[in-house]
């Protein structure tokens, strides 16, 4: 910058003379000196611009030390601990939060922190009453937090009760902040019957670790972390044997660095609970402070009893993406590449089967200078020290190309492998720019499996780039993606200076921050780095042997390394529920709008489902919707006519363009409405969170029936269909099976019964869908009065071209329905396998029906009323003994 300006000054001063008509000859040879001198120095800083030649500053050296406490003896922590109890009682992964108002800061970490670790949290606001605790035997949570601990001791003793009765009968303990209950006034509390007292609101300095204790896991007991705390703290006192400092501190500004007796301020404590039976961790601060970031996870593993533990092995994966590629100026010299061997002897002995994957575009080699040149040839001449995988030949982005081109650049690649000597480890890949991993782009996917045997890759962007807490991974056509780390180093951080807040900025990253934090909360990491970041100021390697070193000063994580696919063996492993993907919509975001395929087009996705249940009338009413031009459904598809099930089977899994290609493409997209309907979405556990990913806007048709009719008809469906079980078994056999019946009998059973359940159904739907976009028809006005049932759908739907229908549907005498008008003679009525004819329903299955889904049914009208929603009549008829619910 200095150089630039100082060049622009020159500048001037050279056109002014050049203006200056009365110059004398001298004036003329200064001018021409002057000259001289600009164009050396714009040479220079078009030389310095580009990095030609030009000696630079050495690269940044790492300089984490490791502080610790030399006085103590007992700094050993029993790594092989899991803080489990040999108990067999049920209690679900999840924290319950109770805070004090509604989004506070303090609340707000905590609740990402948790994230962060995955575990689920309730939260309840401290005005409002105590949650309920246990479901039927199990505990429904894990730990109890207290954004502030007063509130825990002021408890009503009802409330107060509940909490220490669950936690002694679960075996739970109590993690709280203790903030004074009024920050203007209090500054100090003491808490008699637990013979503590508590300072609030002292600026402390420097936090050092206590000894081991059995609460420490992760954590390295004696380690002093220097400076000013953020924030003013609270400090415990106490002299009872129950209480077990977590951490020693000192009044900011009051002692030498020289006396270790000024740390005697304890900012963290353990209580093991000898006075009430009840461990407590309680944190004199927030998590702004990084270092409460590990107390709080070794808390919260020891308060749980080992259920919210992680484990103790941190696996590090370190992608170098871009090899051979960049311009001119970022790319590795020799001493580079001599750099990054002697860091990777380096970093093997600190992480267990470490070595850097190298992903390269052979499309770009001897692309730099001839200093870059002689880099590649040294990175290939040292070859086998590195895992080589693959990138696109020229790094193109393969969204934008046809599945011949990918495959065609892919084998091009392989070929510049193969011309060189390198071995690479095909069954990993990775796309330039994450592009056609997510939003997946089938083309790369079959085009990995076909040239390379790809079997894992990775990913920032499933499901989206942020939070990267909630980056996940997923399988697709066998492929394992697993989740990328970002760590801040981007193509274009060449120099310190290129990171945010420059070497400090990475450095405040590093030592507690957000790259600390990753590896903190994140057991299999895949770091993603890139060619220039080993180049030039060489951050890469400044970051990860400061990270590792930071990390094993602070805490007892074994770091490990493994190769890809054992990498993502390990992650699913580890994380099963990952494996099903959950497709997203590419245009709601646009990162990922931008690397998806141009010839696409969210106009293909349906704006209303009809979700179910079979055998309410919903093929009638697809066909009714289908008659507005403005409403267009699905294409047929092969297996099930005009159901694509796409969100309760397994074709969920041949992704979203399986999908969308049952979907035309509407000629008016702005007015058009696609729909679909598959009557088994209804009752599927998995169909609302899918839709609701895909189609958050989506509206949601329902219809609903007499259950226990529904059950006979679709009894009736399943002879028709030659189902052996039903044919072998009355519908009383069927509706009345035990649980000693056949399997086949009890599978039928259950398929016939559950679709009846309709308020479980419905509230599944509601925890994903706000209940204005979901529309209720009741079947039977289907069935008798379909023109008022299609006039309130199209309201529902806001569709544009009104549609009287009473012109076009008419009832048929001969059918016993509602058809199609085709002619003032001639209908058009569904065919025969819909409203065929069997004898009624017996009455013992009636009686048996009626008990069966009478609880249901009284829960669905008390959620229909709770929602200001008109009973259908069959429900009025169904519970005309019972008082009707208030709203
Ligand atoms: N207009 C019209 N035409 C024909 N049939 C009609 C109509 N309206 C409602 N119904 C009733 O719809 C029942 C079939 O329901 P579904 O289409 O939802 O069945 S399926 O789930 O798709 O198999 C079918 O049930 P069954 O009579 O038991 O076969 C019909 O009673």
Redesign the pocket.
């Known amino acids: 910058m200095l150089l630039r300006r100082e060049m622009f000054r020159c500048y001037n001063s050279v056109t002014r003379l050049l203006s200056c008509k009365r110059c004398s000859l001298l004036r003329s040879l200064v001018l021409i000196f002057a000259l001289s001198i600009v164009s050396s120095l714009f040479f220079l800083y078009r030389v310095m611009d580009t990095g030609l030649h030009v000696p630079r500053a050495n690269p940044p050296v790492p300089h984490i030390r490791c502080d610790s406490q030399p006085y103590s003896s007992n700094l050993n922590v029993d790594v092989s601990s899991h803080h489990r109890l040999d108990d067999r009682l049920r209690v679900a992964h999840r924290a319950l939060l109770i805070t004090e108002v509604p989004n506070s800061k303090n609340g707000q970490r905590i609740r990402y922190f948790l994230n962060a670790l995955r575990i689920e949290v309730k939260f309840e606001i401290k005005s409002k009453a105590i949650p309920t605790l246990t479901n039927k035997k199990s505990g429904r949570f894990a730990v109890i937090i207290f954004e502030n601990y007063n509130t825990y001791l002021d408890l009503d003793t009802w409330s107060r009760q509940l909490v220490d009765k669950y936690c002694h009968d679960y075996r739970i303990g109590i993690l709280s902040f203790v903030r004074p209950v009024d920050e203007s006034t209090d500054s100090f509390r003491h808490v008699d019957n637990y013979h503590i007292s508590f300072h609030y609101n002292l600026a402390l300095m420097d936090f050092r670790i206590g000894e081991a204790t059995t609460l420490w896991r992760i954590m390295k007991p004696g380690s002093i972390w220097k400076g000013a705390l953020p924030d003013t703290w609270t400090i415990f006192k106490s002299n009872h044997s129950t209480y077990q400092p977590l951490a020693f501190s000192r009044i900011l500004g009051r002692f030498s660095d020289a006396d270790p007796k000024s740390y005697s301020y304890v900012p963290a404590i353990f209580d093991e609970g000898r006075i009430d039976g009840i461990p407590k961790v309680l944190l004199g601060s927030d998590l702004n402070f990084w270092l409460n970031s590990i107390v709080m996870m070794d808390a919260l593993s020891y308060l749980s009893s080992g259920r919210l533990g992680l484990p103790l092995d941190r696996y590090i994966q370190v992608d170098v993406d871009d090899i051979f590629v960049g311009k001119e100026g970022i790319r590795m010299k020799v001493s580079d590449v001599e750099a990054l061997v002697a860091a990777q002897e380096r970093l093997e002995k600190e992480i267990d089967g470490f070595q850097f994957n190298l992903g390269y575009s052979g499309g770009f080699f001897l692309f730099g200078t001839d200093e870059e040149d002689d880099g590649d040839r040294k990175l290939i001449e040292y070859r086998h020290k590195f895992r080589w995988f693959s990138h696109m030949f020229r790094h193109e982005q393969p969204h934008k190309f046809p599945k011949e081109y990918i495959e065609s650049a892919m084998k091009l690649n392989k070929q510049f492998a193969e011309e060189n000597g390198i071995q690479v480890y095909g069954q990993y890949a990775v796309a330039p720019h994450h592009s056609g991993v997510y939003p997946v782009y089938e083309p790369l996917y079959s085009s990995w499996k076909e040239v390379w045997g790809v079997k894992t890759t990775s990913t920032e962007e499933y499901p989206k780039l942020l939070p990267s807490w909630k980056r996940r991974g997923f399988i697709h056509k066998g492929i394992m993606v697993l989740p990328r780390q970002t760590c801040g180093l981007f193509t274009t951080t060449v120099y310190s200076s290129d990171f945010r807040g420059g070497l400090a900025g990475l450095d405040s990253s590093i030592q507690g921050g957000e790259i600390f934090q990753t590896v903190l909360t994140t057991p299999i990491n895949i770091f993603m780095t890139h060619l220039s970041n080993y180049g030039n100021d060489r951050l890469a390697l400044y970051m990860l042997e400061s990270l590792v070193k930071f990390v094993k000063c602070w805490t007892n994580f074994k770091l490990l390394s493994l190769p890809p696919v054992e990498l993502g063996l390990k992650y699913f492993e580890m994380y099963p529920a990952d494996k099903d993907p959950i497709w997203t919509n590419p245009c709601d975001y646009n990162r990922h709008l931008s690397i998806w395929p141009e010839n696409k087009t969210c106009d293909k996705l349906p704006s209303f489902i009809v979700v179910?249940p079979?055998?309410?009338?919903?093929?009638?009413l697809y066909s009714f919707l289908s008659q507005h031009p403005d409403i267009v459904s699905n294409l047929p598809t092969p297996k099930h006519f005009e159901e694509i099930q796409f969100f309760n089977t397994n074709n969920y899994y041949l992704g979203l363009d399986w999908y969308m290609d049952f979907f035309p493409q509407p000629d008016k997209p702005n007015t058009t409405l696609l729909f679909e309907k598959s009557?088994n979405y209804f009752e599927s556990d998995l169909a609302p969170k899918r839709v609701a990913a895909l189609l958050p806007r989506a509206k949601i048709i329902v219809i609903l029936m007499n259950p226990a009719k529904r059950a006979y008809?679709w009894y009736?469906?399943m002879r028709n269909h030659n189902d052996p079980t039903a044919l072998n078994h009355t519908f009383y056999e069927v509706v009345s099976a035990s649980d000693m019946a056949s399997q086949n009998l009890r599978a039928l059973h259950n398929r016939c019964l559950t679709p009846g359940l309709y308020a479980q159904h419905l509230v599944r739907w509601l925890d994903f869908f706000p209940a204005k976009q979901i529309h209720l028809v009741d079947?039977d006005e289907?069935?008798n009065d379909?023109v008022n049932v299609m006039h309130l759908i199209q309201k529902f739907l806001h569709v544009q071209n009104y549609m009287d229908y009473s012109q076009h549907l008419r009832y048929d005498p001969a059918?016993g329905?509602?058809?199609q008008v085709l002619s003032n003679k001639q209908n058009k009525?569904?065919g025969k396998?819909?409203?065929?004819k069997y004898p009624s329903m017996d009455h013992r299955s009636e009686q048996h029906l009626h008990s069966f889904y009478r609880k249901h049914n009284i829960n669905l009208s008390k959620l229909l009323s709770s929602f200001e929603t008109q009973l259908p009549e069959w429900l009025t008829t169904e519970l005309k003994d019972i008082e009707t619910p208030k709203t």
């Open positions: 179910g079979q055998k309410t009338g919903t093929t009638a009557a008809s009736q469906h079947s289907l069935r379909p059918k329905f509602f058809c009525c569904l396998s819909k409203g065929h």
